[in-house]
């Protein structure tokens, strides 16, 4: 990923950031039950479910880290008066997401 947004330094506040890292974690730890799982033949459906859950938990880390996004980077960009293209990044990521 070479987009410029990715090489942005924060110097701002992420108050979510830690919380967000710590759903990614127990987001990974239960993708590697859930390849354990199919490994070990479980019912499909089951399997479905454990798919569903992480989803859902990718989902809710998503929200935190647009809430922390706003909160943070897109305040910090209006008083430097780069919100232009601030909103442009996010509207592209938005797009890629909400496809």
Do not use: P, W
């Amino acid at each position: 990923m070479n987009d410029n947004h990715h090489n942005h330094f924060h110097n701002h506040s992420h108050k979510h950031r830690q919380q967000i890292v710590n759903r990614l974690a127990r987001i990974e730890g239960h993708v590697r039950s859930i390849k354990e799982m199919t490994k070990e033949g479980r019912d499909c459906s089951e399997v479905l479910l454990q798919i569903a859950a992480v989803r859902k938990a990718l989902d809710n880390a998503a929200k935190i880290l647009l809430k922390d996004h706003l909160e943070g980077c897109v305040v910090d960009a209006v008083h430097k008066g780069n919100q232009q293209e601030v909103l442009a990044n996010l509207n592209k990521a938005l797009d890629h997401y909400l496809k």
